[in-house]
Structures are given as C-alpha cells and as structure tokens.
C-alpha cells in the first residue's frame, strides 16, 4: 500500500524530507513508519492519519495521509 508521510519541524531534518509517499506491506501500522524513514522510535511524537489522532499500533490503509510532529511543550 502507498501512504503519504508529512513531516513537522526537527523531524524533516533527521528524515532528510518534508513530505514523501512511501510504500508498505498492506498490514503495516504507523509505528512501521519509523523503521522506514529512519526516525527515533523513542522521540516522542504525535501521529495523525486523515486529521485525526493514532497510535503507534494502529493499522493504515491505502491512501492514507499520515503527519508526524515532534511533541511541543511551552507557553
């Protein structure tokens, strides 16, 4: 399955990319992303798919437009 990976701040720069479609096995979950695109797996972040928020064990499908964002903090 192909997906769309949209990268926020920091995250571009360790990845090497802003945003990419990248392809996977039709039973990956959002954690599998990491692996892929060569991130920490320990950074803490927030996932969305489609707008909305998912874990890290939640399946993607098809067409799926995934962003990561480094977790932010401060007022």
């Known amino acids: ?41 320990k950074r803490p972040t927030i996932i969305t798919r489609n707008g909305g928020a998912v874990s890290a064990a939640d399946e993607l499908s098809e067409g799926d437009r995934i962003v990561i964002s480094p977790l932010y903090s401060g007022g």
């Not at 990976?5 to 096995?25: D, R, W």
């Open 1 to 41: 399955m192909k997906v769309t990976v949209k990268l926020i701040g920091p995250l571009i720069y360790a990845a090497g990319f802003s945003e990419k479609e990248i392809t996977l096995p039709d039973s990956a979950a959002a954690k599998d992303l990491f692996a892929r695109i060569k991130l920490d797996k």
